[in-house]
């Protein structure tokens, strides 16, 4: 059974900084590509960043280039997501995601504000 569980998110002023993690289990986890999408109110879920399993490369829409960057450590199954100069825009419930086993699992979530 995947599991994958979201922590880190908060209130934060514009061009602050947040770190978001993502624990998972029931899956290989240096096997799996690991992605961060989130979802603002009224608006479609985005893809934010991934990491490609094995190899570390890594990919990211192009309105967090620069200022997100993924990661994860292998020996304690986690991913991470680290937001910088954080805008109003990147507002929004945060999610872990991942395709193991094949299939579409998700975190539960995590709230992201960033405003003033």
């Known amino acids: 059974q995947v599991q994958l569980v979201e922590s880190g998110g908060g209130l934060v002023q514009p061009g602050g900084s947040l770190r978001l993690s993502c624990s998972a289990s029931?899956?290989?986890?240096?096997?799996?590509?690991m992605s961060w999408y989130r979802q603002a109110p009224g608006k479609e879920r985005e893809l934010v960043a991934v990491?490609?399993?094995?190899?570390?490369?890594?990919n990211y829409r192009d309105s967090v280039k620069g200022r997100f960057t993924i990661s994860r450590d292998n020996t304690k199954d986690m991913v991470y997501l680290q937001m910088n100069s954080l805008k109003p825009e990147d507002t929004a419930v945060y999610y872990c995601?991942?395709?193991?086993?094949?299939?579409?699992?998700w975190g539960q979530g995590t709230q992201v504000t960033v405003s003033s």
């Open positions: 995601y991942t395709n193991a086993w094949g299939l579409d699992s």
């Open positions: 029931g899956f290989t986890f240096s096997s799996a590509t």
């Open positions: 990491s490609i399993r094995f190899g570390g490369s890594t």
